[in-house]
């Protein structure tokens, strides 16, 4: 019912950036809030960045004023880009939907995830 597709992932040195990307199909509902969350080994998964239909973004501490989420709602894509990569940035990152239907509730939809690595 949802298809969301991630990429941009890689291998990169501490310093460096990268882009992520997540694209969101769906016929039959309305996407809401969209956004970044990542997950180390052994860790939880957290929360990395988000951003509302109309634009309205939160981030995590730890990656304020390094990476920057944006939207393309012609193209129901978000984009995470990520400066000043460090190498506990390193995880699987991951893209929730959150989608409504006709009667306003509201479901989520994860990504497959992708994998950023930072060396030192």
């Known amino acids: 019912q949802v298809q969301v597709v991630e990429s941009g992932g890689g291998l990169v040195q501490a310093g460096g950036s990268l882009r992520l990307s997540c694209a969101a199909s769906?016929?039959?509902?309305?996407?809401?809030?969209m956004g970044w969350y990542r997950q180390a080994p052994g860790k939880q998964r957290e929360l990395v960045a988000t951003?509302?239909?109309?634009?309205?973004?939160n981030y995590a501490d730890s990656v304020k004023d390094r990476f920057t989420i944006s939207r393309d709602n012609a193209k129901n894509t978000i984009y995470l880009q990520m400066n000043s990569l460090k190498p506990e940035d390193t995880a699987e990152y991951y893209c929730?939907?959150?989608?409504?239907?006709?009667?306003?509730?509201?479901?989520?939809?994860w990504g497959q995830g992708t994998q950023v690595t930072v060396s030192s």
């Open positions: 769906t016929s039959i509902f309305s996407i809401n809030t």
């Open positions: 951003i509302t239909s109309g634009g309205n973004t």
């Open positions: 929730k939907v959150l989608v409504s239907d006709s009667r306003r509730l509201e479901y989520q939809y």
